[in-house]
């Protein structure tokens, strides 16, 4: 795959020749940062199609320099931070996302104790949920702010270029947001009758990786 800097070479030397590069290098990530803000599959997908098309038009728009030297991934990232926020104004209801892959591969996730069968895979699932419905918990700016950390993998310094934000107000603002997902994951009931000491056990991971 074409790093950022080769693929908006080749976007600025023949944008329709390379565009199909871009999507394909970028469309899972921009649906998964859409995905995380509204918790929607049907939102996050229209999301991200529509990311991609204001993209292509922005650059129609650039000269060649200008494409040449876009960072792909923070103005893709911001372009659908502001279409998610858009259209969550516009709605009366959210649904928390089925999955949290990027969250749980970083720490939150369930103790396996090398188990791998149904009881395994049934933990994993609730402990996704939970923290689905601890992250759309967060304000706005914060879960932006969280989801481009950790959930992308942007950068601080891309997270506040993806979000027109100082880099000391993104490093506050993931904190705060992490502390808050920590305290929600402890405090919140079980979605489901379970010993306290049985869910402690699973969720002790993702307490842990936010400490």
């Known amino acids: ?10 976007l600025a ?6 565009f199909p590069g871009l999507v394909e290098a970028h469309r899972d990530r921009v649906y998964t940062i859409a995905l995380r803000l509204l918790g929607d ?16 038009r922005a650059m129609q728009g650039y000269d060649r320099a200008r494409i040449a030297a876009l960072r792909l991934r923070p103005w893709l990232a ?3 931070v502001n279409l998610a926020r858009n259209r969550r ?12 892959e990027p969250l749980l591969d970083a720490g939150f996730d369930v103790a396996s104790d090398g188990r791998r069968g149904p009881e395994h895979q049934a933990d994993r699932r609730e402990t996704q949920r939970e923290l689905a ?18 959930v992308d993998g942007l950068s601080v310094a891309e997270t506040a270029e993806a ?9 506050a603002q993931v904190h705060r947001g992490l502390g ?6 402890e405090t919140s009931p079980p979605p489901t009758p379970a010993p306290t000491s049985t869910r402690a056990a699973r969720l002790m991971p993702a307490l842990e990786a936010i400490r």
């Open 78 to 80: 911001s372009i659908a």
């Open 1 to 10: 795959m074409d790093t950022d800097a080769a693929l908006a070479g080749r």
């Open 13 to 18: 030397t023949d944008l329709e020749a390379g």
């Open 163 to 171: 979000l027109g934000r100082p880099e000391g107000t993104i490093k």
């Open 89 to 100: 104004r516009r709605a009366d209801d959210r649904r928390p996302p089925t999955q949290l």
């Open 41 to 56: 599959r049907r939102d996050a997908e229209e999301v991200a199609q529509d990311a991609l098309v204001r993209a292509f």
């Open 133 to 150: 419905v601890a992250l759309l918990g967060l304000r706005p700016a914060v879960r932006a702010a969280v989801v481009l950390r950790h």
């Open 180 to 185: 808050e997902l920590r305290a929600a994951l």
